[in-house]
């Protein structure tokens, strides 16, 4: 399970990640393929010191509020990322053994900015693009602070509730 203290956070500055399928082909409609790319956010080996904070997987596309690890850096991330996940998904999805598009937007989120509505407009993303009539309809996404007790995480902030998801419509 991902946990953060508020204070790391803080601490560490939060990135915006982007990675697009190959030819931005809609291969995550493929509840397989999107089951597959969701599960590997509990590997450890795919985030190494670094940690998401929020990531949504669109029909074309991920996204993810990460902060990077020390001795970590994005495009290191994006590389595991990148060659894990490919390793997952079925062939059929791959052209010539690529999964991802070459490259990634990085977008560094100003300290002043807040993190939290970073992660609430990025899992938004699903229900503004028509994929789900709320963000708890939508499966495949997740945050750190989602039903967290402070006790358990360490991180004292209310982003929202599964019940409040089901109602979130973007």
Request: proline fraction near 5%.
């Amino acid at each position: 399970m991902q946990t953060q203290p508020q204070n790391i956070a803080a601490a560490r500055q939060a990135t915006l990640l982007t990675i697009n399928s190959l030819f931005r082909r809609p291969l995550f409609h493929d509840t397989d393929a999107a089951r597959a790319v969701s599960r590997l956010h509990l590997e450890p080996q795919i985030w190494g010191p670094s940690r998401y904070l929020a990531w949504v997987l669109m029909p074309d596309s991920w996204q993810a509020l990460v902060l990077i690890g020390a001795n970590d850096s994005a495009d290191r991330l994006v590389r595991r990322f990148k060659a894990i996940s490919s390793r997952v998904v079925e062939p059929r999805f791959r052209v010539n053994g690529w999964l991802w598009s070459r490259g990634f937007v990085e977008q560094a989120v100003g300290i002043d900015e807040d993190v939290q509505g970073v992660a609430r407009r990025i899992i938004g993303d699903p229900v503004r693009a028509g994929l789900a009539r709320s963000v708890g309809a939508y499966p495949y996404w997740n945050a750190i602070w989602l039903d967290a007790a402070p006790a358990q995480t360490g991180v004292h902030c209310d982003l929202l509730t599964r019940s409040q998801a089901n109602t979130m419509t973007g």
